[in-house]
């Protein structure tokens, strides 16, 4: 069963505006979340995480959201860059559950 | 600081065959898992080592698959015999621990694309 949905395969924005990727998990036991990025034959690269003792985690243009009560987290990128194109996978400890991604397409 | 490596990048083989991925570690990490990833699906996870015992193994799909880490350094797994659902991208990822740590950052290696024809 899949317990982290990433509902959107897709995701289209201009640059400079905000990009928000969101992830929905089913397991109440889940008590750490991170968002991986993923270039093309390249494997995932760690991006940032956020415990479930905290509703926001901000790192330079990325801000992680987790609404425990809806089970939802969402990752902002602003101002979003071309170079930020790539699969973002959220994911979910222990063990790691990954969602099925989504691929962020920033224009220039 | 050399990353998490896998070899091959890519492998083409027939149903029935056997095929054994590789995975190399960052040195001095104690903790590596396996994932696979199928047909652009989620990433699922298929085990865990901590140093050369397997730590957690619920995600092995079934006995066709074999996963080693003699000494604790680098890992194998094995797919004897290959069916056509086993195809997909296997990424190796490993991290420093202690195992279990929540906050501890696993590192992924490139991949292995399984192609059974």
């Known amino acids: 069963d899949q317990q982290v949905k990433q509902n959107s395969p897709s995701l289209s924005v201009q640059e400079g505006r905000i990009s928000i990727l969101n992830c929905d998990y089913t397991?109440?036991?889940?008590?750490?979340f991170l968002w991986y990025k993923k270039y093309p034959a390249e494997g995932p690269t760690f991006l940032i995480s956020?415990?479930?003792?905290?509703d926001k985690n901000e790192d330079g243009r990325f801000t992680v959201f987790l609404n425990k009560s809806a089970k939802h987290l969402s990752l902002h990128i602003v101002p979003s860059q071309p170079g930020d194109s790539a699969v973002y996978f959220c994911?979910?400890?222990?063990?790691?559950?990954f969602g099925a991604g989504t691929r962020l397409t920033v224009k220039p | 600081e050399a990353g998490v490596t896998q070899f091959p990048s890519h492998s083409v083989i027939e149903k029935g065959q056997t095929v054994t991925l590789r995975c190399d570690p960052i040195?001095?990490?104690?903790?590596l898992y396996w994932y696979r990833r199928v047909m652009g699906k989620e990433i699922k996870f298929l085990l865990h080592?901590?140093?050369?015992?397997?730590?957690?193994e619920s995600g092995m799909p079934n006995n066709r698959f074999l996963a080693e880490r003699t000494g604790g350094t680098y890992s194998t797994l094995k797919v004897q015999p290959a069916e056509l659902e086993d195809s997909g991208v296997y990424f190796c990822?490993?991290?420093?621990?202690?195992?279990?740590?929540?906050?501890?950052?696993?590192?992924f290696g490139p991949g292995t694309r399984l192609t059974v024809l």
């Open positions: 990822a490993s991290s420093q621990g202690p195992a279990g740590v929540v906050t501890d950052t696993q590192y």
């Open positions: 397991n109440s036991m889940f008590d750490y």
């Open positions: 956020i415990s479930s003792i905290k």
């Open positions: 994911a979910a400890l222990l063990p790691m559950r």
């Open positions: 040195s001095g990490h104690d903790n």
């Open positions: 080592f901590v140093k050369e015992s397997k730590q957690d």
